[in-house]
C-alpha cells in the first residue's frame, strides 16, 4: 500500500509561482501512473494533472494548461506539481494520488491511493 504525503502548499500572489510535491512511501513508485487533483472552497475535486510511470506522457486539465507542469522522480519516489501564472480562481486543497497500472498512460480517474492534501491560496 502506497501512502502519500504532499507539501509545498503557501499563501501566493497573483501571477506567482509555487512548487508542490508528492512523496511517496510504501510501495514501488515507477509501478504508479500519478496525478494531482484540486478541491476549491466548496466545489468538488477536480482532474489537473497526469503523468505515466516513467514520466513519459502528460495531461492536463484545459484550466491549467500552459501554466502548470507535472513532472516526477522515480528515484526519489516524488511527484512534483510547477504552478506559474497563478490565478485567484486557483485557490484549492491539492491532492496527489496513485494508480498502480502495468501501462505507461496517463488517467484522470481511477486512482488507488491519494494523500492529505496542501492548501494553495492565491490572494494579493
Known amino acids: 500500500q502506497v501512502q502519500l504525503a504532499e507539501s509545498g502548499g503557501e499563501l501566493v500572489q497573483p501571477g506567482g509561482s509555487l512548487t508542490l510535491s508528492c512523496a511517496a512511501s510504501?510501495?514501488?513508485?515507477?509501478?504508479?501512473?500519478m496525478g494531482w487533483f484540486r478541491q476549491p472552497p466548496g466545489k468538488g475535486r477536480d482532474f489537473v494533472a497526469a503523468i505515466t510511470r516513467y514520466g513519459g506522457t502528460t495531461d492536463y486539465a484545459d484550466s491549467v494548461k500552459g501554466r502548470f507542469t507535472i513532472s516526477r522522480d522515480n528515484a526519489k519516489n516524488t511527484v512534483y506539481l510547477q504552478l506559474n501564472s497563478l490565478k485567484p480562481e486557483d485557490t484549492a486543497v491539492y491532492y496527489c494520488?496513485?494508480?498502480?497500472?502495468?501501462?505507461?498512460?496517463?488517467?484522470?480517474?481511477?486512482?488507488?491511493?491519494w494523500g492529505q492534501g496542501t492548501q494553495v491560496t492565491v490572494s494579493s
Open positions: 494520488a496513485a494508480r498502480r497500472t502495468l501501462f505507461e498512460v496517463t488517467y484522470k480517474n481511477g486512482y488507488d491511493y
Open positions: 510504501g510501495g514501488t513508485f515507477a509501478m504508479y501512473a
